[in-house]
Structure formats: structure tokens, C-alpha cells
């Protein structure tokens, strides 16, 4: 398994930006599908978006396309989160995952979990 570590949240107002980042350990890195998860209070953790070990494949939730961009470079074992014209529903603690299989949108699908990062966006 790999170490995660996330970076980058806080609080912004609508419509605003933020830039997450996820710093990983280890040697292989590029051969992990990444991925962002959020939960928001009281609900479920739910997918975000994920890319593969190459950079060459992403996918995103609906509810984030066109806003939010992951990317990720391998050179300095970091994958990152843009998120743009962010709103109010966004407001969650988002977490990094990685896995040697995927990507995939399932949380079941990742072995290896950050411990969050919080993000508030206000009205």
C-alpha cells in the first residue's frame, strides 16, 4: 500500500477556487490509479474523480464535470484536484485513494485512503 497525504482545503466563497493536492510515498507511484472521494455531513462518501497511472484516462462525477480537473504528476508523486466556480454543495471533507487496479468510481475499488482535507464553500 501507498501513504497519502492531503493538502489544500479550506475556506472559500462561491464561485471561488481551490487547488487540492494529494502527496504520496513510495517508488511506484505512477503504476496507482488515483482517485477524490467526498463526504459532506451526514451523507455518503461519494466519488469525485480518478485517473489513471499515466494521466492519460480521468473520469469525473457528474456533478463536478467541467468544474473540477485531476491531474496528476508522477515525477513528484502527487496527484492534484483544480476545482473551479466551486458552490455551496461542494463543502465536504475530500480524500485522496489510490490503488494498483482501477481506475474505477467505487470506494471498494481503492486499498489505500488520506485522512482528508476539509473544504468549505460559502454562500
Known amino acids: 500500500q501507498v501513504q497519502l497525504v492531503e493538502s489544500g482545503g479550506g475556506l472559500v466563497q462561491a464561485g471561488g477556487s481551490l487547488r487540492l493536492s494529494c502527496a504520496a510515498s513510495?517508488?511506484?507511484?505512477?503504476?496507482?490509479?488515483m482517485a477524490w472521494f467526498r463526504q459532506a455531513p451526514g451523507k455518503e462518501r461519494e466519488f469525485v474523480a480518478a485517473i489513471s497511472g499515466s494521466g492519460g484516462s480521468t473520469y469525473y462525477a457528474d456533478s463536478v464535470k467541467g468544474r473540477f480537473t485531476i491531474s496528476r504528476a508522477n515525477a513528484k508523486n502527487t496527484t492534484y484536484l483544480q476545482m473551479n466556480s466551486l458552490k455551496p454543495e461542494d463543502t465536504a471533507v475530500y480524500y485522496c485513494a489510490a490503488d494498483l487496479n482501477g481506475p474505477g468510481r467505487l470506494l471498494t475499488g481503492y486499498a489505500s485512503w488520506g485522512q482528508g482535507t476539509q473544504v468549505t464553500v460559502s454562500s
Open positions: 513510495g517508488r511506484t507511484f505512477s503504476r496507482y490509479a
